[in-house]
C-alpha cells in the first residue's frame, strides 16, 4: 500500500463504521505509517511448526516430493508453501544439481541449471539456495562460503543489475567455491 493510501485509511481508521471490523496484515510492519500503527492494535501471528505444515502440504496441498530444505524455505507460512507449489520440480532440479556440483565440471553445471534462469521467480529460488547451501555447510564448510555469493546476487538483481550476467557470476563463483583444488592448483 503507497503512503497516499495509508493516508486515505485514516480517516476510515478514525471514524470506522459500527458494523465494521478492519483487520490489516503486513510481513513488514516497518511499511506502515505511525499514524496508522498508532490506531490499530498489533496481533503478532507465529510461525506454523514443520509438523503441522508437513501434514498440512502433504495431505491438503498434496505435495508429492517434500524435502526438508523445502520445509525449511516455506519459515512456517502455509501461504509461502502454496506460493511454492508451482515450482516445487524446480527445487528438486535444484536440488540435484548442487548435489552435483562437486561431481560435474561448470559446462555441465551451467547446462543443468538452465531453470535457475527464471526472472519470475528468481528471489524464491535464491532463498531456497540459501537453506540448501547452509544444510550443506553441516558436511563441507565450503557451502558455507557459497552463501556469500548467493547475497551479493540478490544485492545486485534489486538494483536491477543484468539478471543473466549476475545469475551466470554466481554459479561460476560457486562452482569454482566447491571445487576449490581445481582452480587453486
Known sequence: MTKEAQNCLLKTLEEPPEYACLILIS???????????????KVK??????????????????????SENLLK?????????????????????????????????????LENSKFIYDKENIFDILDYMTVSF???????????????????????????????MNIDSLLFNIWEEINEKSHRS
Open 45 to 66: 501471528f507465529r510461525n506454523i511448526e514443520n509438523d503441522v505444515l508437513r501434514d498440512y502440504c502433504i495431505n491438503t496441498l498434496k505435495y508429492e516430493n517434500l
Open 73 to 109: 524455505t516455506f519459515d512456517g507460512s502455509i501461504g509461502k508453501a502454496i506460493a511454492l507449489k508451482e515450482n516445487s520440480e524446480k527445487y528438486s532440479e535444484l536440488e540435484n544439481m548442487i548435489s552435483s556440483l562437486e561431481k560435474e565440471d561448470i559446462i555441465t553445471v
Open 134 to 164: 547452509y544444510s550443506k555447510s553441516k558436511e563441507n564448510k565450503r557451502y558455507l562460503n557459497c552463501l556469500k555469493y548467493i547475497s551479493q546476487t540478490l544485492t545486485r538483481l534489486k538494483a536491477n543489475g543484468n539478471f543473466d
Open 27 to 41: 510481513s513488514n510492519e516497518n511499511m506502515i505509517l505511525n499514524t496508522i500503527k498508532s490506531r490499530c492494535m
